[in-house]
């Protein structure tokens, strides 16, 4: 907040969209919540939702790297612009086809938590970022091809090997709170569409 009026325009909006990143995380969470039931329960079809394969501890660890290291880092290498690339293509693209077509799918909803900081926050910084580093010619052939062997490398090592297969476990201590799998009414929103099919 003191830095603002030093930093330069891509810093600015990599540090937009690290704050996005966590008001997505607060919109999955928090409010309205519910992400957990609607991984483990929409998207994966767990016998133990409440703890597998997302559990508590599973998603604090893929969260805290997915914001600090994938999205804060680059902040401090704005003239890497793979670095930065990278998360601004997980944030509007990936993120929209999680968000706004994959999972609504699978809810048969219209909406689902991480779906409003998607569209109205990582989407408009997306935007931005790529026409400012393509009008200025700051990216190049190689940037693009880095930005997207970084993003699916660290999409498969944090969600994938550390969050759903190392630190997943069917009898894992650290279960999602009853209140919070309740959030957003996941159960309830699957059970209508089973009914409508």
């Known amino acids: 907040m003191f830095a603002w009026n ?15 990143v966590l008001l997505h995380q607060f919109e999955e969470y928090s409010w309205p919540g519910g992400f957990p039931a609607v991984a483990n329960m929409a998207m994966m079809s767990s016998e133990k939702p409440d703890r597998y394969p997302l559990n508590q501890n599973s998603s604090m660890v893929a969260n ?35 968000h706004g077509i994959y999972t609504n799918i699978k809810l048969k909803y219209f909406y689902n938590p991480g779906l409003a900081a998607t569209v109205f926050g990582h989407i408009p910084i997306a935007v931005f970022y790529i026409n400012y580093i393509v009008a200025n010619n700051l990216v190049n052939q190689w940037d693009w091809i880095w930005a997207v062997v970084y993003m699916f490398a660290f999409l498969v090592l944090d969600f994938y090997l550390i969050e759903q297969k190392l630190l997943s ?29």
Do not use: C, H, T
Request: hydrophobic share 55%; glycine share 6%.
């Open 6 to 20: 030093e930093m330069i325009f891509l810093q600015k909006l990599l540090i937009l969209n690290f704050i996005v």
């Open 169 to 197: 476990n069917k009898n894992s201590p650290y279960p999602f709170d009853p209140d919070e799998m309740k959030r957003f009414n996941v159960g309830k929103k699957l059970e209508m569409s089973v009914v409508k099919d």
């Open 64 to 98: 805290l790297l997915f914001a600090y290291v994938f999205f804060l880092l680059p902040v401090f290498f704005p003239g890497s612009i793979w670095l930065g690339l990278a998360p601004i293509l997980v944030g509007s693209i990936i993120q929209f086809i999680s």
